[in-house]
């Protein structure tokens, strides 16, 4: 895998051109480029006792632990141990890297600001993403990294401080 990007910024806006996408069960989700980092082949992870639900563990990369959330369990509510085919998406989010394990990741596409709509408010205000997207007969789910990584109980600070 090895996708490096650089451009980061803090907070996603829908006028990202580029998204990167990837599975997580079924599902596609995308997040803008300018937030990930680099996306790597699964790795080892160090686990952390009594951890909230959804958290993976540490990642050591490159001497920098990095706190690690499982999309899977968190997204589809699906536990399984980690498997050699599932990649890491490194994110920036509030000045920090964190790793978001998915099923895979897909591709690069290129959305128009037109073809992206809020979701649907029968959901409520505590879906992870902030809009739906339709590319290439797909529907895609733009993650809202404050809402996923922050929106609710769980606290990487306290893991990983």
Do not use: C
Not at 61 to 89: N, S
């Amino acid at each position: 895998m090895g996708l490096f990007v650089s451009n980061l910024s803090e907070k996603q806006t829908v006028m990202s051109r580029q998204w990167v996408v990837f599975r997580v069960a079924e599902q596609e989700y995308a997040l803008g480029v300018d937030q990930v980092v680099e996306v790597l082949r699964m790795a080892s992870l160090t686990p952390v006792a009594e951890s909230p639900a959804g958290f993976a563990g540490i990642l050591n990369l490159r001497g920098q632990a990095v706190p690690v959330l499982d999309l899977v369990q968190r997204l589809a509510a699906i536990r399984k141990p980690a498997d050699p085919d599932q990649a890491i998406v490194i994110v920036a989010h509030q000045g920090r890297l964190v790793g978001l394990v998915v099923d895979a990741v897909d591709e690069v596409v290129d959305l128009d600001d037109s073809s992206i709509r809020p979701p649907d408010r029968l959901l409520g205000d505590r879906t992870p993403y902030f809009g739906v997207a339709r590319w290439d007969q797909r529907v895609l789910l733009l993650l809202d990294l404050d809402r996923l990584i922050i929106g609710d109980a769980l606290s990487i600070e306290s893991i990983t401080s």
